[in-house]
């Protein structure tokens, strides 16, 4: 009897062992053959794409209007866009993207954020001092 239950193991590892060569020798196969390009990876591939760059935004006080530099989006205020841009419409947060679109086969990288410039610190004000009062005080 012991020997049957040992053929039959033998004969099952046998078996697990063939199907998994089998199956390492067909993912292989598999790896080697590309299938031909879908309509949507070769639309893809003549896809247009634009550089783009996120405005500086600013929040807006409850009873302030933007300025004439700058658009509404929502309860923020976002500089207008740059010369060669356009913005976005609808886009939260706001973006401004190129009126030219990149070079073909050229993919565009991650948005860029505008920066301000450094804010100056103010001046400190130059008021001249007065000079002392001559003469009777004022009753």
């Not at 009897?1 to 697990?16: D, E, K, N, W």
């Not at 390492?24 to 080697?32: D, G, L, M």
């Not at 031909?36 to 896809?47: D, G, L, M, N, V």
């Not at 500089?79 to 990149?102: D, E, F, I, N, W």
């Amino acid at each position: 009897m012991r020997s049957h239950r040992q053929q039959l193991f033998v004969a099952l590892a046998t078996a697990i062992g063939v199907a998994a060569q089998t199956g390492v020798a067909f993912a292989q196969q598999s790896q080697q053959r590309k299938p031909p390009p879908t309509p949507a990876q070769a639309q893809q591939s003549s896809k247009i794409f634009y550089d783009m760059y996120e405005p500086i935004l600013r929040q807006r006080l409850r009873r302030e209007a933007c300025r004439r530099d700058e658009l509404s989006a929502g309860a923020f205020c976002a500089l207008a866009c740059q010369k060669g841009y356009v913005h976005v419409a609808g886009s939260m947060p706001p973006r401004c993207r190129s009126l030219t679109p990149l070079p073909a086969g050229q993919l565009p990288g991650p948005v860029r954020k505008e920066t301000a410039a450094p804010l100056r610190p103010p001046l400190p004000r130059s008021v001249p001092p007065t000079p002392p009062r001559t003469g009777p005080r004022p009753a």
